[in-house]
């Protein structure tokens, strides 16, 4: 007598890479010791299985159904979960005994959230027209993934566009932005600028510093400069 065993993929949330192969290892023993080293038929084509393991790729949405496996078969099914890349896995069903006729569900859920970082430059004050006046600014953007993540995610300043590193150094103009995207959920981020206290700027940065979560967050970096007149008549 024999049963079936599938194995089903689904993959949530905002960083959610739907068209990536997750690796999946199947282990089967049988201590009546019937043999379950053989080529199964399955919904997918064959599976191989060789001293009692086969390893397999799933993506989001897909099922892999085993047929044929003899009854009273222990199996386990593990997956290699990319936490380095922020996913955490759930799993149901994912270790147990075959029974005839029947079909064994084995189910992961891997969820990965993403966040997104805007940080935009003013220029306030009167001081426009002053001679120490200035229309570029340095700013930088520090980064930090959360423990055992590795950082990812992009940024675009107008048409230019880079990978996200740990330190990131921008010029900007009053109005402009710099966006990060695809930044993991727990990612530390501390914004800094280049002091022009001598051109007479004060600066203020809000928040200066926070943590990304799976929605979309702001940083106002201001500069004010404020200027008065001198009349001198004789």
Not at 172 to 184: A, W
Not at 206 to 214: L, S
Request: charged content about 25%; proline content about 3%.
């Amino acid at each position: 007598n024999v049963g079936d065993l599938s194995v089903t993929k689904t993959v949530t949330g905002t960083g959610a890479e739907t068209e990536r192969e997750f690796e999946f290892t199947l282990t089967l023993t049988n201590e009546a010791g019937v043999t379950v080293d053989n080529t199964y038929t399955t919904s997918e084509g064959t599976l191989t299985v060789e001293n009692g393991e086969a390893t397999f790729t799933l993506k989001d949405g897909e099922t892999l159904t085993i047929y044929g496996i003899p009854e009273g078969t222990a199996y386990t099914v593990t997956e290699t979960v990319p936490a380095a890349d922020g996913y955490a896995m759930t799993a149901t069903g994912e270790s147990g005994d075959i029974v005839a006729e029947k079909t064994a569900e084995a189910k992961f859920e891997n969820h990965r959230d993403v966040g997104s970082l805007t940080i935009t430059k003013e220029v306030e004050g009167n001081g426009e027209d002053a001679p120490n006046a200035l229309t570029e600014f340095e700013v930088t953007v520090t980064l930090t993934a959360p423990e055992g993540v590795t950082l990812k995610g992009e940024w675009t300043q107008g048409e230019e566009s880079g990978a996200a590193e740990a330190t990131n150094t921008f010029i900007l103009e009053d109005g402009e932005s710099v966006e990060f995207t695809g930044l993991p959920e727990g990612t530390k981020y501390a914004v800094t600028e280049k002091s022009y206290a001598a051109n007479g700027y004060e600066s203020e940065i809000e928040p200066a510093e926070g943590d990304i979560t799976d929605g979309a967050q702001s940083v106002t970096v201001t500069n004010t400069m404020n200027v008065g007149d001198l009349s001198v008549t004789k």
